[in-house]
């Protein structure tokens, strides 16, 4: 009994701040961040004030994490790819990776911050630590394994992993950001995502010595 109270509370805890984001990404998307209110996420959500208070004191924690959450890849976690194959690597996470940036809110949102944070001091001070995102922290850790198992060369893995990320998202998200009705098909998503591998793959992949004996 002991041990599975705090599992309980823990399980409480995880499902309101759940509704809490849920609650906040709707009125955010539909108020914008000066017409919403704590008072009103924390009605529309089901929890009391204090509850809200508790897991974000101000607005502007409570707006970074809901664009946070939205960046989460519909499978939960990306797990890192095993290394060997730099190529299907780079793949699995490009597709991960695309895939959070054609979920719909994901454009509302960015639209929301890109639009909103210059009007708000306590927005322009948030980071948007957008390296917490599973697809990207995966890419970080997968480049890195690749390097260190002398499959991949590289000058900084951060370096390399924000030109993925920036060659997928110029084809399959900025497009979409900007232009009313802009739409891609799965194929074209999926060359996408394969044009930015073999990019990679080209620049930073290591090539076995040809004459080393089979």
């Given at each position: 009994m002991t041990r599975e109270l705090p599992e309980y509370h823990q399980r409480v805890a995880d499902e309101n701040r759940a509704a809490v984001l849920a609650a906040a990404e709707a009125l955010f998307l539909e108020s914008g961040y000066d017409r919403t209110s704590l008072?009103?996420?924390?009605?529309?959500a089901g929890v009391s004030r204090a509850t809200l208070f508790k897991q974000f004191p101000t607005k502007a924690l409570?707006?970074?994490a809901t664009v946070l959450a939205v960046g989460q890849s519909p499978g939960g976690t990306v797990p890192v790819p095993p290394t060997g194959d730099l190529s299907a690597g780079?793949?699995?996470?490009g597709r991960a990776y695309a895939d959070v940036l054609l979920q719909p809110r994901t454009a509302g949102l960015i639209r929301l911050v890109i639009a909103e944070a210059p009007r708000f001091a306590e927005l322009r001070e948030r980071t948007f630590d957008f390296g917490t995102l599973?697809?990207?922290a995966a890419l970080g850790s997968y480049l890195r394994a690749e390097q260190d198992a002398g499959?991949?060369?590289m000058?900084?893995?951060g370096i390399a992993s924000a030109q993925f990320l920036g060659m997928i998202a110029s084809a399959v998200f900025w497009p979409r950001l900007v232009h009313a009705g802009w739409s891609i098909t799965e194929e074209e998503q999926q060359r996408a995502v394969e044009e930015a591998v073999t990019?990679?793959?080209?620049?930073?992949?290591?090539?076995?010595?040809?004459r080393t004996p089979a």
């Open positions: 008072a009103r996420v924390a009605e529309n409570l707006f970074e780079l793949l699995a996470l599973p697809a990207l499959r991949a060369h000058e900084s893995p990019t990679m793959v080209a620049r930073y992949g290591v090539q076995p010595d040809a």
